[in-house]
């Protein structure tokens, strides 16, 4: 059983920055895919960012350009860096994994919120 434990989301200003963390119970190396998603009450969860074992990473449409993931695997630790944030990113965002044997996982989410 993965535990995933999200921090880092809070309350920030139209073009302000944060850094959310999701460390892991085990080491990174155990996963295929690690990422990001997140969900608002206007719309379905989304996905914002993964990163694959074999080192390609992909962003969401609303996320390109702007976040950045990356991973610390001597912490065990996956990095989400958000950049020029904007009213529409506010929402729960869950940190997300599969193992190599396939199982997935989700983090309990933490919020972000963004004030115009």
């Known amino acids: 059983q993965v535990q995933l434990v999200e921090s880092g989301g809070g309350l920030v200003q139209t073009g302000g920055s944060l850094r959310l963390s999701c460390t892991f119970t085990?080491?990174?190396?155990?996963?295929?895919?690690m990422g990001w998603h997140r969900q608002s009450p206007e719309m379905p969860r989304e996905m914002v960012a993964l990163?694959?074992?074999?080192?390609?990473?992909t962003y969401g449409d609303s996320a390109k350009g702007r976040f950045t993931i990356s991973r610390d695997n001597a912490k065990n630790t996956l990095f989400l860096q958000m950049n020029s944030l904007t009213p529409e990113d506010t929402g729960v965002y869950f940190c997300?994994?599969?193992?190599?044997?396939?199982?997935?996982?989700w983090g309990q989410g933490t919020q972000v919120s963004v004030s115009s």
């Open positions: 085990e080491s990174l190396d155990n996963m295929l895919t």
């Open positions: 990163t694959f074992k074999h080192g390609g990473i």
């Open positions: 997300y994994a599969q193992t190599l044997l396939g199982r997935p996982y």
